[in-house]
């Protein structure tokens, strides 16, 4: 490759030409200059430092199947690591973006073809019993995604439906939509844990009561299991607490000592050193 040059002196008078060269009369000199005019450059082909182009050896990465036919997985776990899409996804399975596939949901892995997708690839599913056959019929109830399995149901079982309610004795007990006068839901008696403590210390609700909050979940208040002690005559011993003060005193003493000790170790550390260099 080659780099053009512009000359020194060429066609301008200069102190550095000969005497004799003028504008009108080129020398032999102002020839030489302008056959030299291209020179030529060569440019690096291949990088100075390091081996920026060589040869690679880094480690495998590692490719293939993870899971075999037939075996259990949970979300998120690696069923093949691939370059590119030698195996597609299948039902409940995920693509990453380096074409790894991963489980959606926790069932069996299975490899099958799909002909109504595609005729000639391969796909990958997970399916939640293990002698269930993928690709699954499009027009059949679809199964549930919840790691449950569907069963039939018996109506004669169900005799009527039931309504929990809160009871003295501390349970519940189960009375019959039929016997109840309305179909509203119930409501929570009051809105947080401090109104029903406010209640029960005011003696407006027994507090072995099972009462309804605002989750719509019935279970006995905070305060009341806090007292299961109490009622049980079990003697709890009293919390005593300290001076916050001296403990934060005591524990930064503790630091600064530790501190010195190590000073000292390093500092005994450089003299033997010192020495054997003396020596």
Known sequence: MFKKVRAPWIATWSPLRPLGCVKSR???????????????VRHATH?????????????GKRLGA?????????????IFRQRGTKWFPGENVGLGRDHTLYALQPGFVKYYRDPQR??????????????????????APRRRKLGMVA????????????????????????????????????KPLFRNEREARRRMAAGRIPQEELLM????????????????????????????????????????ERKAKAAEKRAMGRAKKTSKRKGKRLA
């Not at 993870?66 to 690696?78: A, D, H, L, R, S």
Request: with cysteine.
């Open 213 to 252: 909050w605002p989750d719509y979940s019935y279970r006995e208040s905070n305060f009341a299991i806090g007292r299961a002690a109490e009622r049980a005559n079990v003697k709890v011993e009293e919390f005593v607490p300290g001076d916050r003060f001296k403990a934060w005193r005591k524990r930064n």
């Open 118 to 139: 595609h005729p000639d690839r391969h796909y990958i599913g997970v399916a939640f019993e293990r002698n269930q056959a993928l690709p699954s019929n499009p027009f």
């Open 47 to 59: 990088g100075a430092q390091g081996l920026a182009n060589g040869p690679k050896s880094g480690p």
């Open 26 to 40: 080129p020398c032999v000199r102002d020839a030489f200059d302008t056959a030299q005019s291209f020179t030529p």
């Open 151 to 186: 069963s039939p149901r018996n109506m004669d079982e169900v005799t009527t439906s039931t309504t929990a309610l809160p009871s003295k004795a501390g349970t519940i007990v189960a009375r019959s939509a039929s016997s109840t006068t309305s179909s509203t839901p119930a």
């Open 66 to 78: 993870k899971k075999t036919g037939e075996q259990y997985v949970i979300p998120g776990n690696i």
